[in-house]
C-alpha cells in the first residue's frame, strides 16, 4: 500500500477532533480492545426511534434501544424469538397481545436515575410506545401502530390536537396498557396477526425512560439512553458514530438456530452458541456517502465489512469469486437479494405529475415506460439489482414471484403514443412537449449530491429527451430531502424503501391514504387500495392474504404513482478477523452478532 494516508485516515483524524464538540451529551471514549469498523453510505438523523426513518439512525437505534422481541440470525426464512420480552401470548382472533419483561434488565446510567440502578419495567414500553402517537414528536412511523389501530391511542392523540394541549401519558387506554410491573397488553381494533414483527423493531418499538426523556426537553433528539448492547460515546454529525460495549448489557446470548442444510449457519451456531452478546467492545462507524472512499477504505484494512458499492463490483468479486488479491488475504464474500425497493415517486398532489385524472395517470404511465431501467441496472447498479415488477421486493410476504408487468417494460414508443392521446404535445414549437392546455411541461427530480444520484439524473434526463419531455433537477441532501418530502414539497424524489419487517403490509404502506406524510410519500390516496390494505392486514399469512396483496399491487401498478426500479443484490466483503457474519434483512446491527479474532483485538 501507498506510504500516502488514506481518505479514511484523514476522515477519522478530523472526526476525533470534532467529536466531543458535537455530541455533549456523550460518555466518556473508552480504550478500544475489539473493535468493529462498519461504513454507511446515508447519513444518520438522530437516535430517538419515534423520530427517525432513515436506515442508519435505525441501526444505531438498534444497538442502543431494546425492543421485546427480536429476530434469529440464523433461521431462514426468518423468525421472532425472545429478546427484552417472552414472545407474547396472543389471543382473540390477533386482537390482544400480552408481553412479559424478564426481570433484572437495566438502562445505562443517566443523571436523571439520582445514581440507582433502573430496572427496565413493562411502563417503559407503554410510555414509549405513547411517544408514537405525541404530536409533538412528530414521528415518521407511527403508521405501525395507527395501521393496527390500538384501541383508543389516536384518540388521545385528537385530543391533543384538537385541544392543543400536552398530550396526556397518563391516561390509561385500552389498547396499551400496564397490567403489572413486568407484563403490558396490547389490544387492537381488529385483528393484527403480524403486529408481534413491529415489536422486534428497536426503531419502532425501543424502550426509552421517561425520566430521561423528560430531562431534555428542548432536545431535538433525546439522548439515547437505553438498555441495548452499546451505548453511544462519541458522534459527530454525518461523519463518525463510535459506540461501545454497554456493560449493564446482560441478557443477550448467542443461542441461533440456522435452516436445514445451511453449513455456514451450522458452523457459525457451533461456534458461539452460548456466548454474551455483543462479542466486540467497540463499533466505529463511518458515513461516507461517495464509493470510491468507501471501497479504498476496504482495501487499506481500515473497514472490517462493507457492503461493496455496485461500480466495484467487478473489481471485488469478478465472475462473482472473490478477487485473487483479496482472497489471499483471506477476505470472504456474503450476498442476498434484500427486500429494497429503488424507485422515483410522483407526489400525487402536485399539479403536474399528480391527480387520478386520466391524462394524469397517462401521463405517469408514460414516464414510467420512457425511463430505462435496464440501463439503471446495467450501468448504475452494475447488474447487482434485480428488476422491480411492483414495489413488493423478495423476502416479504405477499410478493408473487411469478408478476411480469409494465414497471419493468422500456418503451419510448408506447410512451410517445400515450402522450399525444393525451394532448401532451409541443403546441409552441420548441421541441418540448407541453401540457394538454398549453401550459408547459417541467419535470423536477429531487436527488442527492453524491456519484450514484448524479449516474440516475443522466439516464434520467436521456430516457426524458427521448420522447421529448424536459426535466431538471434539484440537489440536496437526504435529511433535507426527508424533510422535504414528508411536507409535500417534493414533485419526484428517487430514494427507496427497505423492509422493515417481513410483512408484505410494509410496501402497502407505501400506498395507503392515511399514511401521507409518513410512509406514503407520493400522497397516493384511492379507496379501491385503501379497501384492499385494510382487508389484507387482518388476515393470516396464507394464499386469500397473498391474493389481496397482488391485487393491490396491480391497482398501483395502473394508477403509478412510483416507478420502481429495482431490488439490490447485496454482495458484503467480510475481513480475515471478522468472526461470525451472515447478512440478516432485519437485523440492523449486524455488529451486534461478530467476533473479532484475538490476534486482530486491536486494528
Known amino acids: 500500500m501507498s506510504a500516502t494516508p488514506s481518505f479514511l485516515s484523514a476522515w477519522r483524524l478530523a472526526s476525533m477532533l470534532l467529536a466531543a464538540l458535537c455530541c455533549a451529551w456523550a460518555g466518556p471514549v ?22 427517525i426513518s432513515d436506515v442508519t439512525s435505525a441501526a444505531v437505534v438498534a444497538s442502543l434501544f431494546d425492543a421485546p422481541l427480536t429476530y434469529d440470525l440464523l433461521a431462514r426464512p426468518v423468525r421472532l424469538k425472545p429478546n427484552t420480552a417472552q414472545l407474547p401470548e396472543v389471543s382473540d382472533n390477533y386482537t390482544r397481545f400480552v408481553f412479559s419483561i424478564k426481570p433484572g434488565i437495566y438502562f445505562s446510567d443517566h443523571p436523571a436515575f439520582k445514581g440507582q440502578p433502573r430496572e427496565l419495567t413493562a411502563a417503559d414500553y407503554v410510555y414509549s410506545i405513547k411517544r408514537y402517537y405525541d404530536p409533538a414528536t412528530r414521528s415518521p412511523t407511527l403508521f405501525h401502530y395507527e395501521n393496527a389501530g390500538l384501541l383508543g391511542l389516536s384518540e388521545l392523540r385528537k385530543k391533543a390536537l384538537d385541544t392543543k394541549t400536552p398530550f396526556d401519558y397518563d391516561t390509561e387506554v385500552a389498547g396499551l396498557r400496564v397490567l403489572d410491573r413486568y407484563r403490558f397488553e396490547v389490544r387492537t381494533a381488529q385483528p393484527a396477526p403480524r403486529l408481534p414483527y413491529v415489536f422486534a423493531s428497536p426503531g419502532v418499538s425501543g424502550a426509552l425512560a421517561r425520566e430521561v426523556v423528560e430531562a431534555h426537553p428542548a432536545d431535538q433528539m433525546v439522548p439515547p439512553v437505553g438498555t441495548g448492547a452499546f451505548r453511544l460515546v462519541s458522534w459527530t454529525r454525518s461523519s463518525r458514530i463510535v459506540l461501545e460495549r454497554n456493560p449493564v448489557h446482560k441478557h443477550s446470548v448467542h443461542n441461533e438456530q440456522p435452516a436445514e442444510g445451511d453449513t455456514l449457519g451450522r458452523d457459525i451456531a457451533n461456534q ?14 463511518a458515513i461516507i456517502e461517495e464509493t470510491q472512499p468507501r471501497w479504498l477504505a476496504f482495501l487499506n484494512d481500515e473497514l472490517d465489512l462493507l457492503w461493496v458499492p455496485p461500480e466495484f463490483i467487478t473489481q471485488a468479486v469478478p465472475n462473482n469469486v472473490v478477487a485473487p ?19 422515483v415517486y410522483f407526489n400525487m398532489d402536485h399539479p403536474l405529475v399528480g391527480g387520478l385524472q386520466p391524462e394524469r395517470v397517462a401521463l405517469r404511465r408514460a414516464l414510467s415506460l420512457a425511463y430505462d431501467t435496464s440501463r439503471e441496472i446495467s450501468l448504475v447498479r ?14 416479504v410476504s405477499g410478493y408473487d414471484p411469478k408478476l411480469k408487468s409494465e414497471m419493468a417494460e422500456h418503451s419510448p414508443g408506447r410512451a410517445k403514443a400515450l402522450l399525444d392521446l393525451f394532448g401532451y404535445t409541443d403546441r409552441d414549437g420548441d421541441g418540448w412537449r407541453d401540457q394538454p392546455d398549453g401550459s408547459p411541461l417541467v419535470l423536477e427530480l429531487t436527488t442527492e449530491p453524491n456519484q450514484t444520484a448524479r449516474a440516475l439524473q443522466g439516464l434520467w434526463q436521456k430516457s426524458m429527451n427521448a420522447i421529448g419531455v424536459k426535466i431538471n433537477f434539484r440537489v440536496s ?42 410512509a406514503n410519500a407520493s400522497r397516493f390516496n384511492l379507496p379501491l387500495f385503501n379497501d384492499i390494505h385494510q382487508r389484507q392486514r387482518q388476515l393470516p399469512d396464507g394464499p386469500e392474504r397473498d391474493a389481496l396483496i397482488q391485487q393491490g399491487m396491480k391497482v398501483a401498478l395502473a394508477y403509478m404513482p412510483y ?7 447485496q454482495t458484503w466483503l467480510v475481513q480475515p478477523r471478522v468472526r461470525g457474519y451472515v447478512p440478516h434483512p432485519f437485523i440492523r446491527d449486524f455488529w451486534r452478532h461478530v467476533d473479532i479474532a484475538p490476534d486482530a483485538a486491536a486494528p
Do not use: C
Open 30 to 51: 473508552a480504550a478500544q480492545g475489539k473493535t468493529v469498523r462498519v461504513t454507511f453510505n446515508g447519513s444518520e438523523t438522530g437516535f430517538d426511534p419515534p423520530r
Open 272 to 285: 458461539f452458541r452460548g456466548r454474551s452478546l455483543p462479542m466486540v467492545d467497540r463499533v466505529e462507524i
Open 325 to 343: 488479491n483479496l482472497a489471499r488475504r483471506g477476505v470472504q464474500m456474503r450476498q442476498y437479494v434484500i427486500p429494497i425497493t429503488r424507485h
Open 382 to 395: 452494475y447488474s447487482q439489482m434485480v428488476p422491480a415488477q411492483s414495489l413488493m421486493p423478495p423476502g
Open 477 to 518: 441532501t437526504w435529511p433535507e430531502n426527508i424533510k422535504a418530502s414528508r411536507a409535500g414539497r417534493l414533485m419526484m424524489w428517487t430514494t427507496g424503501w427497505s423492509a422493515a419487517i417481513p410483512d408484505g403490509s410494509y410496501f402497502m404502506d407505501l400506498l395507503y391514504g392515511p399514511n401521507v406524510g409518513q
Open 563 to 569: 416507478k420502481a426500479s429495482g431490488h439490490d443484490v
